[in-house]
């Protein structure tokens, strides 16, 4: 597991739809086009310019990292309440789970039992867990 994808909220960033399916389509997109040529005339294209600079930028550095490393919404409630508090994952505070994660647990259905790992075998546990998901292709969009 690499710590610097884990987030405040107990999400894996490493197993999100965007780092698993995304970003590889993004970088065979991109190397196809430029195959094809598009390079050279991607500017001739109603805003191809910024679509080739934005499409380039996710092939080669990747979509994202996590909310820790300064990735996602920096005006994410949780995030900004953990940063407060001094807590490297909420399921560690003595408050979990508060009313800022009803819209979380929602959107991702695996995220209580995921905290819930978190809290009650720890952090080995936890990134096992993640671990094994990843190893299978597992994305967050796939419990939805």
């Given at each position: ?14 197993n ?10 993004s ?93 009650e ?18 994305t ?5």
């Open positions: 597991m690499n710590e610097k994808y884990t987030c405040y909220c107990g999400l894996y960033c490493e999100c739809a965007v780092k698993v399916k995304i970003g590889p389509a970088r065979t997109l991109y190397e196809e086009m430029k195959k094809a040529g598009f390079e050279g005339i991607i500017h001739m294209m109603p805003e191809g310019d910024k679509f080739w600079t934005f499409l380039k930028g996710m092939a080669e550095n990747g979509i994202c990292t996590s909310c820790k490393e300064g990735g996602g919404n920096p005006g994410c409630a949780v995030r900004m309440c953990a940063k407060e508090k001094n807590i490297e994952m909420c399921a560690l505070c003595e408050s979990y789970p508060c009313e800022k994660f009803v819209k979380f647990f929602e959107g991702y259905p695996v995220l209580k039992q995921d905290n819930l790992t978190l809290r075998e720890g952090i080995s546990a936890w990134s096992k867990l993640q671990d094994d998901r990843q190893a299978r292709g597992f967050y969009s796939d419990e939805k």
